[in-house]
């Protein structure tokens, strides 16, 4: 079986399986995970993710801030083009 084949044979309680053991760095029966196998854990959870869960599921998603122009207050829409005062705090 290679790589790919695995992949695709992953099912959700298993992907659920998966997470659970690096979150807590142990397997279900107690045993810590070693570093390879938390890396190849965690490559397979986001091999996971891409296939079946939308971008917002995904392990490390943040959600975008909306857009905001820096150093613009709200009436600043009304007259792009004047120049504007400063402001001394």
């Known amino acids: 079986m290679d790589v790919q084949q695995l992949l695709s044979s992953l099912?959700?309680?298993i992907y659920r399986n998966l997470k659970r053991a690096v979150e807590l760095g142990k397997w279900p029966d107690g045993n810590r995970l070693s570093a390879e196998q938390r890396q190849l854990c965690?490559?397979?959870m986001i091999a996971y993710e891409q296939q079946h869960l939308p971008p917002e599921q995904h392990t490390g998603y943040?959600?975008?801030?909306?857009?905001t122009h820096c150093g613009?207050?709200?009436h600043d829409h009304d007259h792009?083009?004047?120049?504007?005062?400063l402001k001394w705090l």
Do not use: F, L, N, S
């Open 80 to 85: 792009p083009d004047e120049p504007k005062p």
């Open 42 to 44: 965690m490559q397979a």
């Open 72 to 74: 613009t207050d709200d």
């Open 11 to 13: 099912t959700p309680d």
């Open 62 to 67: 943040i959600e975008p801030e909306p857009h």
